[in-house]
């Protein structure tokens, strides 16, 4: 129900595109959330978006480097990496929650799960 797709292989201070394709259910009341999780490392929290409302959210390690979109015509949300760094390394997830702005950090409240998406930034 929830498709990750457009990770890859790209150099510290490049950038990435992710996608998260929505589809047999309606997630028009979620926030559609992106996670990440390092090998060895836990699921941490990336951004957030709602489907009906504009407003993002952003875990501090990537303000102002990278953009959550959705475009509701192509139940699609996106995740626009930039200024990549080493630490961006590891399997991306997206996710659909129906918790509220202060329960999107955390992986349990999260509904549905894409499969990830490996991003791995080289020096």
């Known amino acids: 129900q929830l498709q990750a797709s457009g990770g890859g292989l790209v150099q510290a201070g490049g950038s990435l595109r992710l996608s998260c394709a929505a589809s047999?259910?309606?997630?028009?009341?979620?926030?559609m959330g992106w996670f990440r999780q390092a090998r060895g490392k836990e699921r941490e929290f990336v951004a957030a978006?709602?489907?009906?409302?504009?407003?993002?959210y952003y875990a501090d390690s990537v303000k102002g480097r990278f953009t959550i979109s959705r475009d509701n015509a192509k139940n699609t949300v996106y995740l626009q990496m930039s200024n990549l760094k080493l630490e961006d390394t590891g399997d991306h997830f997206c996710a659909a929650t129906l918790t509220v702005v202060s329960g999107l950090p955390y992986p349990a409240n999260y509904n549905y799960w894409g499969q990830g998406t490996q991003v791995t930034v080289s020096s």
């Open positions: 047999g259910r309606t997630f028009s009341n979620y926030r």
């Open positions: 978006i709602r489907w009906s409302g504009s407003t993002p």
